[in-house]
């Protein structure tokens, strides 16, 4: 089992829709976790972070986390073609010294206009 | 503007030979970290700093090398050690307290072998 999972897509949503992204993760001692998106060839850009249960909502970016069942989401409200990106979850796990950052493989998301 | 600088953008290599990729930031990030990225997948830790002159290995440092001299700088180089080091090669900083820990990313290095 990945430590961090992620469909890979592409999820293809119309425009205006909302789109879902999901993420599981294995280690129940994770603490935080961070959403970022990727534009093709370009870097990785922070968008969300949640560290407790229930939601976080940011604009149209809504985190979700529920770590009894060990899934964070990403909902993104009235999508828009520039949010056609690949979305990276982020676990960390560890306190004090070194804390492990594990990434998903992404979800490439395309908002058809 | 703080920030992490990467060069070059874009490199080749021939086969055995060594090239070192340049990471620098501004932003007073204790911690630093670098990863690979090839298509299609998520990021690998190769290795990370959290003071100077202290790194470790991550996930895949094998044929890699990096070193820690001074806060602000966080060289890599692949070595001809590295069997297929054609990738995208993405340096970070952070500062890591208690749960919190985002990551900024500079704006990569494409490295293709010839």
């Known amino acids: 089992q990945k430590e961090v999972e992620q469909n890979s897509g592409p999820l293809s949503v119309p425009e205006g829709a909302i789109a879902s992204l999901n993420c599981t993760y294995s280690?129940?001692?994770?603490?935080?976790f961070f959403w970022y998106r990727q534009y093709s060839g370009k870097s990785p850009e922070l968008i969300m972070f949640?560290?407790?249960?229930g939601d976080k909502e940011d604009g149209r970016f809504t985190a979700q986390l529920n770590k009894a069942s060990q899934y964070v989401s990403l909902l993104i409200r009235d999508s828009q073609p520039s949010d056609s990106a690949t979305y990276l979850c982020?676990?960390?796990?560890?306190?004090?010294?070194?804390?492990?950052?594990?990434f998903g493989t992404g979800t490439k998301l395309q908002v058809i206009p | 503007d703080g920030g992490i600088t990467q060069s070059p953008k874009y490199l080749f290599r021939k086969e055995g030979q060594n090239v070192t990729l340049s990471c620098e930031q501004n932003?007073?990030?204790?911690?630093m970290y670098w990863y690979r990225q090839d298509p299609g997948q998520g990021l690998r830790l190769i290795y990370y700093?959290?003071?100077?002159?202290?790194?470790q290995k991550g996930d895949i440092a094998e044929g890699y090398s990096v070193s820690r001299e001074k806060k602000e700088s966080f060289p890599l180089t692949v070595t001809s050690a590295q069997k297929n080091p054609t990738a995208f090669y993405l340096c970070?900083?952070?500062?890591?307290?208690?749960?919190?820990?985002?990551?900024?990313f500079g704006p990569g290095t494409r490295l293709t072998v010839l």
């Open positions: 932003l007073n990030h204790d911690a």
């Open positions: 949640i560290y407790s249960n």
């Open positions: 700093s959290q003071i100077v002159n202290d790194f």
């Open positions: 280690d129940r001692g994770s603490q935080s």
């Open positions: 970070a900083s952070s500062i890591p307290a208690g749960g919190y820990n985002e990551q900024f």
């Open positions: 982020a676990v960390i796990t560890g306190s004090g010294g070194y804390q492990k950052v594990t």
